[in-house]
């Protein structure tokens, strides 16, 4: 079974320009998760897709940040414009249930302002 | 609200040594309980997780015991590995909505041989 996947891996922009993450969750998971980790700090969750829908949203920083899940298949967040505080690590995790600790998690974006 | 508090890293042992990670965490109710790990160049992996009071979780030789009294959950391995060098996450969730996870800051671990 292929795990959650995200790309890019790592993505350098200037600050004020766009960038959007992608994930594919795993085949049939209807809990499509965002967390993000900024350098020395906690995990922090964004927000929670059950299907195409939007959960729980109450993790998002600001209306800088948008996130969707078209089709209730693959997700992206898209981050316009960046600023320099947004650079951190943005982990995507999918499950098959609602309340289901079994997460699994893709390996990370890791965005870099500058 | 809740959150978790994590030993400050790196942690730096030698093969063979004993580990524990300290945790500690502030959350209403009966949370439950977990621990991650981050391999290098990898995502975050469930190690083992407790759901209740004096639960012991388990896993390629790690331990963690929910102690509701002193609110801990602390990673334990009597003798690491190399292989063991990561990033270890403890986290909680409450079980209310939709079990979303609340981390601590993560802890390094360098095993050397």
């Known amino acids: 079974e292929a795990g959650v996947t995200q790309f890019p891996s790592h993505s350098v922009i200037e600050k004020g320009q766009t960038v959007t993450l992608r994930c594919d969750p795993i085949?049939?998971?209807?809990?499509l998760y965002w967390y993000r980790r900024v350098m020395g700090k906690e995990i922090k969750f964004l927000l929670h897709?059950?299907?195409?829908?939007?959960?729980?949203e109450s993790g998002m920083p600001n209306n800088r940040f948008l996130a969707e899940r078209t089709g209730g298949t693959y997700s992206t967040l898209k981050v316009q414009p960046a600023e320099l505080e947004d650079s951190g690590v943005y982990f995507c995790?999918?499950?098959?249930?609602?309340?289901?600790?079994?997460?699994?998690f893709g390996s990370g974006t890791r965005l870099t302002v500058v | 609200g809740n959150s978790v508090t994590q030993m400050e890293g790196p942690v730096t042992l030698s093969e063979e040594a004993f580990l524990t990670i300290n945790c500690t965490y502030t959350?209403?109710?009966?949370?439950?309980l977990f621990w991650y790990v981050q391999y290098p160049g990898e995502g975050l992996q469930l190690l083992l997780k407790?759901?209740?009071?004096?639960d012991k979780g388990s896993n390629k030789g790690f331990e963690a015991t929910y102690r509701k009294e002193t609110t801990s959950f602390h990673l334990e391995k009597g003798s690491v590995q190399v292989s063991d060098s990561a990033v270890y996450f403890c986290?909680?969730?409450?079980?209310?909505?939709?079990?979303?996870?609340?981390f601590g800051k993560g802890t390094m671990l360098l095993v050397s041989p």
């Open positions: 995790a999918s499950s098959l249930k609602t309340g289901d600790y079994g997460y699994t």
């Open positions: 085949s049939g998971h209807d809990n």
């Open positions: 897709f059950v299907k195409e829908s939007k959960q729980d």
């Open positions: 959350a209403t109710g009966y949370p439950s």
């Open positions: 407790a759901t209740k009071a004096d």
């Open positions: 986290a909680l969730s409450d079980g209310k909505g939709y079990s979303t996870l609340t």
